[in-house]
């Protein structure tokens, strides 16, 4: 999955950390990035080229390191692209290569996401100042205090023997097939999510609910909880339409395998297929 890395490690501590000349800059206009091409591959800007754009050290904010990469924020500034620096949509780091890469750019863009919607106090309107203490933004009047968002969802592999459901959704881009999924409400645990979203979505009751794994996935602010779950009676579909244009039971060989391997939907629905359930799962 996308947060696989290794070797590679991640560490997001929060440090005061001044940014060097070679130390990475992730820029985010428009739910876009700010990539450079270097001998036909594609990799994210130093400090010391984004100077020669014009940039200052006041507005880089340290995001996290990967290894001895030491990434920041830049916020405050225009670019306009050239022959070598050009914006690039979000959906590049579903193929960009390598995986840790792609993990530190759509990682990039949450951060970026909730420093750029939380400038003022959602209770009084302050403006909000960044703790030198830790990764929190603090209202300087009435103390109120956010944390980056980070919204608990869960990804239900629904089976029936050695059928699998497989549904696409209505909206979005993402046209490929995917499992049943949704966010958790105020006062659910994630077992009863996983079974409200099922019922919500294709109508279908579901038991034997067991935990799978978790994902970070920063292309929605979530962090994604896997979960498979047997069908309890009828098999009948009935589609929520508004969230879903499609779902169909698909026997276990006529899966449609898909090679991409960032997402926990994809490898939970490659358990499924090469049967591989009960050495996977972890209750």
């Known amino acids: 999955m996308i947060q696989d890395i290794a070797p590679y490690k991640y560490d997001n501590t929060y440090q005061q950390k001044r940014i060097e000349a070679d130390d990475f800059v992730l820029l985010y206009q428009n739910n876009k990035v700010l990539l450079a091409e270097k001998e036909g591959m594609l990799t994210f800007p130093t400090f010391c080229e984004m100077k020669r754009a014009g940039a200052e050290e006041k507005e880089a904010q340290y995001a996290f390191s990967i290894d001895k990469h030491a990434f920041f924020l830049l916020g405050g500034m225009e670019v306009k692209e050239n022959e070598t620096l050009k914006f690039y949509d979000l959906t590049v780091f579903r193929t960009l290569e390598p995986m840790w890469k792609a993990f530190a750019g759509i990682t990039g863009s949450q951060f970026d996401r909730w420093y750029k919607t939380r400038r003022y106090c959602g209770s009084c309107g302050t403006k909000m100042v960044k703790s030198e203490k830790e990764r929190a933004l603090i209202c300087p009047k009435c103390h109120q205090m956010e944390y980056p968002k980070i919204a608990p969802a869960v990804i239900v592999a629904v089976t029936n023997g050695d059928r699998l459901?497989?549904?696409?959704?209505?909206?979005?881009?993402?046209?490929?097939?995917?499992?049943?999924?949704?966010?958790?409400?105020?006062?659910?645990?994630?077992?009863?999510?996983?079974?409200?979203?099922?019922?919500?979505?294709?109508?279908?009751?579901?038991?034997?609910?067991?935990?799978?794994?978790?994902?970070?996935?920063?292309?929605?602010?979530s962090l994604l909880t896997g979960f498979f779950a047997e069908l309890d009676g009828d098999d009948t579909v009935t589609l929520e339409e508004e969230e879903l244009a499609e779902a169909v039971w698909f026997e276990r060989e006529d899966i449609p395998h898909n090679p991409s391997k960032i997402s926990l939907t994809n490898e939970m629905i490659e358990q499924f297929r090469k049967n591989e359930i009960k050495e996977s799962i972890r209750i």
């Open 165 to 221: 459901l497989l549904s696409r959704y209505a909206r979005g881009g993402y046209r490929n097939y995917a499992l049943i999924a949704g966010f958790a409400e105020v006062g659910e645990t994630l077992e009863d999510t996983v079974r409200r979203e099922v019922r919500e979505e294709v109508g279908l009751k579901v038991k034997n609910i067991r935990y799978y794994k978790s994902q970070p996935w920063s292309f929605s602010d």
